[in-house]
């Protein structure tokens, strides 16, 4: 069996639409000839929803019980997928965590996985069905349901990847992949092919978390790598794997920004970015746009620079087109 590993995140499920095209997408991968393990998330917002719901019954639920509330999120995306699929005359199954045999502690909300056992998952593949896995759901050994810390749907794909041997556990949702900096900020921003783990680990220490940390962990740990697509379009995205740069010249990777107060934080990620030419080209752009550095740090794989709030993006801007080619 040639094992796939789909997983699309909850904007690409926001309307019956949007479920029907990814159950669309994973029919496509099982034409080619792939055994397909679709793993999705909540559609939309419907989380944090459900979150808000809970808070109008009471401030205070008990761990288990918001657990067995917010992982409703994804059932109920498994089985509209089920369902879509089985309409277009596909043959497809949805599971929950407890049947894809995703075991967990007890650490409601934030649980860690224990072991899996995709005895079920493989007995549908077997079968020629779509297995649709809930993400994000787990159970401990008293069947009670868990959930795998927000974001956690990474996690279940990741974990189901190296468990059923995919070599690739690829990632769907509305971005088409990992920039050189946010596209919203700086329009000339470019996706980048391929990027390391500890890059994107670094990235959600500056402050933008690309994927779920600990899928992302999980995923060095075990050597899946991920491949970050675009639910809508064709294309390729990004890949995240264990990449090394050997480069002799200093490199500027990508950047991160972040609001603190009145201030704008930007941190540069590359490597031998703590030499004297990058310390120069960075004041030199602050200077030529009359910014005043509140703050410089430079360490070879990470500078950080502080400045007023106000001239955040412009300055990103500034420093983008000055670093990246
Ligand atoms: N629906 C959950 C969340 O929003 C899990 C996920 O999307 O991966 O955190
Ligand atoms: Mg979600």
Not at 25 to 52: H, N, Q
Not at 128 to 142: C, D, E, L, P
Not at 145 to 171: P, Q
Not at 242 to 271: H, M, Q, W
């Amino acid at each position: 069996m040639k094992i796939k590993i789909m997983k699309f995140g909850g904007t690409s499920l926001s309307d019956p639409e949007k479920i029907r095209l990814a159950a669309g997408r994973a029919a496509a991968e099982k034409k080619k000839g792939f055994s397909v393990v679709l793993v999705l998330s909540a559609p939309g917002r419907m989380t944090d929803e459900l979150f808000e719901l809970a808070q109008r019954i009471t401030p205070k639920p008990t761990p288990r019980e918001l657990d067995a509330l917010l992982s409703t999120g994804e059932s109920l995306s498994a089985a509209l997928a089920a369902m879509a699929l089985e309409a277009a005359g596909h043959s497809a199954v949805s599971l929950s965590g407890a049947q894809a045999g995703i075991l967990t502690d007890s650490a409601f909300s934030n649980a860690s996985l224990l072991k899996l056992n995709p005895k079920r998952i493989i007995a549908e593949l077997k079968k020629g069905k779509i297995a649709v896995v809930a993400g994000f759901q787990g159970v401990n050994s008293s069947l009670d349901i868990t959930t795998l810390g927000r974001g956690g749907s990474d996690l279940t794909a990741v974990a189901l990847a190296n468990v059923l041997k995919a070599k690739v556990c690829e990632l769907y949702s509305d971005v088409k992949g990992i920039y050189t900096a946010n596209p919203a900020l700086v329009s000339s921003a470019q996706k980048l092919a391929r990027v390391s783990y500890d890059e994107v680990m670094a990235l959600a220490e500056a402050g933008t978390e690309v994927r779920q940390l600990r899928a992302v962990s999980y995923a060095k740990k075990h050597k899946i790598s991920l491949m970050l697509r675009s639910s809508f379009g064709g294309g390729s995205g990004t890949l995240i794997g264990d990449f090394t740069r050997a480069g002799k010249s200093p490199e500027v990777r990508c950047f991160s920004t972040r609001k603190i107060g009145n201030y704008s934080e930007i941190t540069l990620l590359g490597s031998k970015l703590n030499r004297g030419e990058i310390k120069t080209s960075v004041r030199r752009t602050a200077l030529m746009n009359g910014y005043l550095l509140k703050k410089e740090t430079y360490a070879p794989g990470r500078i950080t620079l502080i400045t007023d709030r106000s001239a955040g993006t412009r300055f990103l801007n500034g420093l983008h087109a000055a670093f990246i080619r």
